[in-house]
């Protein structure tokens, strides 16, 4: 643990409920990862698991899987039957995350364009049109239609891949939603581009929606990295992006 780290105030902490058929882990890990994403457990909050578990009303096992989760997403770092820590924003992750997004999901589009039935892109529109009618003022409901927007995009892409990029989209959300806090027009960008992406993906361009999709992601990372460490050049980011779209930034 570091030095600067604090103790975390366990009263913003409250029980969890456990509907039927409900497993304790993944309650747990769907309600911390909330609480770090909001901001309500901040970076380098240090927070005890005896505690924790007792706060919300689980033992200390699902607790630790609920962690371990966490951690493989890079969100917290525990130890066993140790205190955890929230991670702070880490541009190395920042870049490896979004670099990784710019490689591979065009190319998951690319292999699924061309192969969408009507059904599929109507799911596509559908899912743009339900995000329309949430944000902002209904940020879950906003969330779960857009993860189902950028989903519905690659369909048709092999399992491994897919699988690849859900791990990428997980870590990526944190940086997402600092992205769309800290810029008051990253609600009006997102809607364009999103709505860009399907136009082509409707029109059977593949290229063009891999491309749209490129820039969609480095723009969030390139944005976020121009506000937290501004005398770095994203080398890795940038090379990614020249390499799908032919130029190495966002107009």
């Known amino acids: 643990m570091t030095a600067s780290a604090n103790k975390l105030d366990m009263s913003a902490i409250e029980p969890i409920d456990l509907a039927d058929g409900q497993q304790a882990a993944g309650t747990a890990y769907d309600y911390l990862r909330e609480k770090i994403l909001d901001g309500t457990l901040p970076p380098d909050s240090i927070i005890s698991q005896v505690e924790l578990a007792e706060r919300l009303g ?24 140790r205190r955890a820590r929230v991670l702070a924003i880490d541009p190395d992750d920042l870049e490896h995350v979004y670099t990784n997004r710019v490689l591979f999901e065009p190319l998951a589009i690319v292999l699924t364009v061309p192969n969408l039935a009507p059904e599929e892109l109507a799911a596509i529109e559908g899912a743009l049109t339900e995000m329309r009618s949430r944000a902002p003022g209904d940020y879950t409901g906003w969330e779960q239609a857009h993860a189902r ?23 990526g959300d944190r940086y997402r939603r600092l992205y769309q806090s800290r810029f008051q027009r990253a609600w009006t960008i997102g809607d364009a581009e999103h709505e860009a992406i399907f136009r082509a993906c409707e029109a059977r361009d593949a290229d063009l929606a891999g491309a749209l999709l490129a820039r969609h992601f ?12 501004p005398e770095r ?17 966002v107009d």
């Open 58 to 81: 689980v033992s200390r096992t699902p607790l630790r899987e609920a962690l371990r989760r966490l951690q493989q997403e890079g969100l917290v770092e525990a130890e066993h039957n």
């Open 149 to 171: 927007f950028h989903r519905s995009l690659l369909v048709h892409a092999p399992e491994p891949l897919r699988k690849t990029i859900e791990t990428f989209a997980a870590r």
């Open 218 to 229: 480095a723009r969030t990372a390139l944005s976020l990295m121009a506000t937290i460490v």
């Open 233 to 249: 050049e994203p080398v890795q980011l940038r090379t990614a992006l020249r390499l799908v779209t032919g130029h190495a930034s």
